[in-house]
């Protein structure tokens, strides 16, 4: 069965702290990952998808076959990063997005 | 270009009442979706139409109907709402990968 997997609900870290939200999933084939970002009082909205490869406000995922994990990182967090995070998988020709179930980041000052 | 819109954005209903959530894409999506979001269970698929005059099942689709109008509109339907059915919804469409979500309906069924 297809499952995505955010172990932590809640991530706390100071102003210029590296961050890393994991994300863990589960899937025969070939994936499609992406990250979503919800900021307070705001709808979804993509931050990255891996197939671009891409880096977006700072933060990169690297998709890991061998360990099935899609991480978020940032070198340097901004108290501006403070959101909702949701990993999310999509299946090989299908139309279904699968979301974890997300992990709140809290940058302090 | 409003993107995805839904209404209403708040609602209170008591239990058994029935309603209505509209959601409408201005983006010629085919693809359309209603997820239901809990704190600490993520977001969770409801209903979703791939393309117009199909739906199926998501992953929670008990105590809902949908109905994709046109290739604009999917509308979610509460026939007997429960107090279980208390959530924010979000109406979501998809094209080339990306999902654009709507504002959301925060609904309160007492």
């Known amino acids: 069965a297809q499952r995505v997997t955010q172990p932590e609900k809640l991530l706390s870290v100071f102003k210029g702290a590296p961050v890393e939200l994991k994300c863990n999933y589960s899937?025969?084939?070939?994936?499609?990952l992406f990250w979503y970002v919800q900021y307070s009082r705001q709808r979804l909205q993509l931050l990255l998808r891996h197939i671009s490869r891409e880096s977006i406000k700072g933060f990169t995922a690297d998709l890991n076959k061998g360990e099935t994990s899609f991480h978020l990182k940032k070198p340097f967090a901004q108290e501006e990063d403070s959101a909702m995070y949701y990993c999310a998988l999509s299946a090989y020709n299908t139309d279904k997005l699968i979301f974890g179930t997300g992990t709140r980041l809290q940058v302090f000052p | 270009n409003a993107g995805v819109t839904q209404t209403p954005k708040f609602q209170v209903l008591k239990t058994g009442q029935s309603m209505t959530l509209q959601c409408a894409q201005d983006?010629?999506?085919?693809?359309m979706y209603w997820y239901r979001q809990d704190p600490g269970m993520g977001l969770r698929l409801i209903y979703y139409s791939a393309s117009e005059g199909t739906t199926d099942k998501g992953e929670v689709p008990n105590g809902y109907n949908v109905s994709r109008l046109n290739k604009r509109e999917f509308s979610l339907r509460l026939e007997s709402a429960a107090p279980s059915q208390t959530s924010v919804y979000f109406c979501?469409?998809?094209?080339?990968?990306?999902?654009?979500f709507g504002p959301g309906t925060r609904l309160t069924v007492t």
């Open positions: 979501a469409s998809r094209d080339l990968g990306e999902q654009y």
């Open positions: 983006m010629n999506h085919n693809s």
């Open positions: 899937y025969s084939g070939s994936p499609e």
